[in-house]
């Protein structure tokens, strides 16, 4: 068994497959065994969505204010504003980083794209985001 194998079960013979290939296990160093909840990544319309919503924004704000920020800096700035950062340190050294969104659950991203409607409309005055197939993918998640 190689270093990063993860096993999804979703059923009782799943189980039982993955207890007889432990059993086969010959130890011949320490082996972390590790049992939790499986979390659905957010899903690929999700992720489409958001994409999309930032490039849209993009051009939306360059077309009212006249400045222009590219649709990666607005994902970070959504990102910081509605998943906050953290404070990591390496090397002795303190840096801020925003959570990454490619690592949230299905959910957690309905509620970030569900965050970024209302702030695109209340706080930017862009009230056209685009509702097309991913959105309705991405929100019925």
């Known amino acids: 068994m190689k270093d990063g194998n993860v096993y999804i079960l979703r059923n009782q013979q799943q189980v039982e497959d993955l207890a007889a290939r432990l059993r086969e296990i010959?130890?011949?160093?320490?082996l972390a065994v590790e049992i939790c909840t499986h979390k659905s990544?957010?899903?690929v319309a999700q992720n489409?969505?958001?994409?999309g919503w930032c490039r849209h924004i993009s051009q939306r704000w360059f077309e009212s204010t006249g400045e222009q920020f590219s649709p990666?800096?607005?994902k970070e700035?959504?990102?910081?504003?509605h998943l906050g950062e953290e404070t990591i340190t390496i090397c002795g050294r303190q840096?801020?980083?925003?959570?990454?969104?490619r690592d949230l659950t299905v959910p957690e991203m309905r509620d970030f794209?569900?965050?970024i409607d209302h702030f695109a409309g209340s706080e930017l005055g862009i009230?056209?985001?685009p509702r097309g197939p991913d959105y309705y993918e991405a929100m019925a998640a």
Do not use: I
């Open 113 to 115: 794209l569900d965050w």
């Open 95 to 101: 840096m801020d980083v925003t959570r990454r969104s």
């Open 127 to 129: 009230t056209d985001l």
């Open 48 to 51: 489409a969505c958001l994409h």
């Open 41 to 43: 990544k957010r899903s």
């Open 26 to 30: 010959r130890l011949t160093q320490p």
């Open 77 to 81: 700035f959504f990102k910081r504003q």
């Open 72 to 74: 990666k800096a607005w």
